[in-house]
């Protein structure tokens, strides 16, 4: 039984665990608390049997909002148990249906993208050698009340993807 509450900085010690287990270059506790700190932001924790299973920190910034991080533990309860899908839907109903969110997302990540497809975010353009690490470019992805339709509409400067 997963129960989705505010992350609390208390968390951080277990963030940064499953952090550690899902990134190639994991956020630092700095970047966690910079993005819990702002004004506005959603950071939302999965919680099961009493022990941290995967987070979303999600930041209003001008008009949109911007997906920055998303994780599920790798193990022991594990993934594609359906926490990173609770979480996406608490996250939407705590910003509302309407609200335009982006991200960026690693072209490999399939199961990532699979997942935000699954939420209505469309593929709308590249940003060209964004991560440092592989050198791979970064996916950008918007959800907008255009994009649940099919159409990238409403997205600034949106570009069609080939995956
Ligand atoms: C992406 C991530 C958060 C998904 O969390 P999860 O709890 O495993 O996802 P769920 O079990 O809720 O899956 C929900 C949907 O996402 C998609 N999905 C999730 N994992 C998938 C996979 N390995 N392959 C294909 N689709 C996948 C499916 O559509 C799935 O629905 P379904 O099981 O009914 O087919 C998780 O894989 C993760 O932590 N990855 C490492 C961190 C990361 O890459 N974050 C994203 C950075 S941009």
């Not at 963030?15 to 190639?24: M, Q």
């Amino acid at each position: 039984m997963i129960q989705v509450r505010d992350l609390a900085f208390a968390d951080l010690p277990q963030i940064l665990g499953i952090e550690r287990d899902s990134f190639p270059s994991p956020w630092s506790a700095g970047m966690f608390i910079l993005e819990m700190n702002r004004a506005g932001s959603v950071c939302l924790a999965a919680e099961g049997s009493g022990s941290l299973v995967g987070y979303v920190v999600c930041s209003k910034l001008d008009e949109d909002w911007h997906l920055m991080n998303i994780a599920v533990q790798p193990q022991p309860s594990g993934r594609r148990v359906g926490v990173g899908e609770q979480l996406m839907v608490e996250l939407l109903s705590t910003v509302g249906p309407d609200a335009r969110i982006t991200l960026e997302v690693r072209p490999s990540n399939s199961a990532a993208i699979t997942l935000y497809e699954k939420f209505g975010f469309l593929a709308a353009g590249r940003r060209t050698r964004y991560y440092a690490d592989s050198g791979e470019d970064a996916l950008i992805m918007w959800r907008t009340p255009a994009t649940l339709r099919g159409s990238l509409d409403d997205v600034p400067n949106a570009q069609e993807q080939n995956r």
